[in-house]
């Protein structure tokens, strides 16, 4: 079973070298430290490239807030202050996700709201005016019951508030995730999204990804 998800990611990754789309590299390291009341808080650094991979795309620091009760409903808060080339841009979202799980599947829905500040303004990621964005995703996990656990997800990306409100972008991932000692894992993936999904001529890019999370 690993061997058959590790040949998939690889066959991917080759597969993606070779695509006529622009490639993406999107790495994140995320610490995570429990707090009372059933709080959690997470800092993560992330870092991503475009063209190919060659030119640097953006780079950001996030701080979020977590909130988990019993019943597997998650609610965020987060913050993140991104660098791009010539601009730096403030977000602010608020997110909710609820996770049920019948063993060995676990389904995810997650649902977040944000705006993007550019000089006190709300912008698009490519600096263009807008107004709010709204992120479903739904995640389905199969739990082997050892250290690596296979998913795959979908998000729609959702213009809302604006002159014309409508379906920006959408995302299909899937990935491993593996756990290693003391708490921590590591999370390797392949994104296929697609952007201005509205507009004669969308933009698609390929992504492979890596992200680390620490708990302390």
């Not at 959408?170 to 756990?179: N, Q």
Request: glycine fraction near 4%.
């Amino acid at each position: 079973m690993k061997s058959k998800i590790v040949y998939c990611l690889f066959f991917l990754m080759v597969q993606y070298s070779y695509a006529e789309n622009d490639n993406q590299s999107w790495t994140k390291i995320s610490f995570e430290k429990k707090l009372p009341y059933s709080l959690k808080l997470e800092l993560s650094q992330g870092l991503r490239l475009k063209d190919q991979l060659s030119t640097f795309n953006l780079a950001f620091f996030e701080a979020s807030l977590l909130y988990k009760s019993s019943n597997g409903l998650k609610i965020s808060i987060p913050y993140r202050y991104t660098i791009f080339e010539d601009k730096i841009k403030h977000r602010l979202s608020l997110g909710a996700s609820y996770q049920y799980t019948f063993k060995p599947i676990s389904l995810k829905y997650r649902i977040k709201y944000y705006r993007l500040y550019e000089n006190g303004e709300s912008t698009e990621e490519d600096g263009s005016a807008f107004g709010d964005l709204i992120r479903n995703k739904f995640t389905v996990r199969y739990k082997t019951g050892k250290k690596i656990d296979p998913y795959i997800s979908g998000e729609l990306l959702h213009l809302y508030n604006t002159d014309n409100n409508s379906f920006d972008e959408y995302r299909v991932s899937f990935g491993i995730e593996l756990d290693l000692p003391k708490k921590n894992s590591i999370s390797l993936f392949y994104t296929f999204k697609k952007e201005s999904i509205v507009d004669s001529n969308p933009n698609e890019v390929n992504i492979i990804g890596l992200s680390y999370i620490s708990k302390i």
